[in-house]
Nanobody, 115 residues
Framework: QVQLVESGGGLVQPGGSLRLSCAASENILMFNAMGWYRQAPGSQRELVADINVGGVTNYADSVKGRFTISRDGAKNTVALQMTALKPEDTAIYYC?????????WGQGTQVTVSS
């Protein structure tokens, strides 16, 4: 029943950077993994990046080398630093907290990459 609140979305030019943040109402280290997903109009929700309880990160091929996921256990936050943004990165980005049984989702934050 964790609550997840995303922030940091907005409009950015191609090649620019944006940092997303997810604030969790519970200790994020109690989850198997924290991550970011995104969904573009007419597309399926897809994994962008995640970080497991051991700190091991995983990235979609499309963002590898451009995005970095990080966490702050003291603040119960998970961040996604996005650089070299492309128009195809435009989507609603959702914070995710995964247990062995379920995924928990935030309400999402809009990222628009356009000139």
């Amino acid at each position: 029943q964790v609550q997840l609140v995303e922030s940091g979305g907005g409009l950015v030019q191609p090649g620019g950077s944006l940092r997303l943040s997810c604030a969790a109402s519970e200790n994020i280290l109690m989850f198997n993994a924290m991550g970011w997903y995104r969904q573009a109009p007419g597309s399926q929700r897809e994994l962008v990046a995640d970080i497991n309880v051991g700190g091991v990160t995983n990235y979609a091929d499309s963002v590898k080398g451009r995005f970095t996921i990080s966490r702050d256990g003291a603040k119960n936050t998970v961040a996604l630093q996005m650089t070299a943004l492309k128009p195809e990165d435009t989507a609603i980005y959702y914070c995710n907290a995964r247990t062995l049984r379920i995924h928990n989702w935030g309400q999402g934050t809009q990222v628009t990459v356009s000139s």
